[in-house]
């Protein structure tokens, strides 16, 4: 069984989802808050691992992320949560490309 927090919290994720769920998509949130589960699934890991590519390479090919963002969204999902991460995360990469040279990058190692 998991370990219960000792403290109230809930993610602004879950907060939002809870607003409009019914009763007992409710309860199982508040249950999931108390007492998370121990391993979660990195739901950007996909994007992150890009991202951390991309600035490693020099900012010098932006045709890698464009790729996997036209693979993400041609992906077949297994479920409901492999096409949202789908979405989510090629979302993440777009947003990323539009700005990501307003960034002051030259410090990072």
Not at 68 to 83: A, G, H, K, M, V
Request: hydrophobic fraction near 30%; proline fraction near 5%; glycine fraction near 0%.
């Amino acid at each position: 069984m998991p370990d219960e927090r000792d403290e109230p919290r809930i993610s602004l994720n879950q907060l939002t989802e809870y607003l409009v769920s019914d009763a007992s998509r409710r309860k199982r949130i508040i249950e999931q808050q108390k007492r998370p589960t121990s391993f979660q699934v990195s739901y950007y890991q996909p994007a992150q691992a890009a991202i951390q590519r991309f600035i490693a390479n020099g900012l010098s090919n932006e045709d890698s992320l464009v790729s996997l963002i036209d693979r993400l969204y041609s992906r077949t999902p297994t479920s409901d949560f492999d096409e949202n991460r789908n979405e989510s995360n090629a979302e993440a990469l777009a947003s990323f490309l539009e700005f990501y040279e307003e960034i002051d990058l030259n410090e990072l190692r």
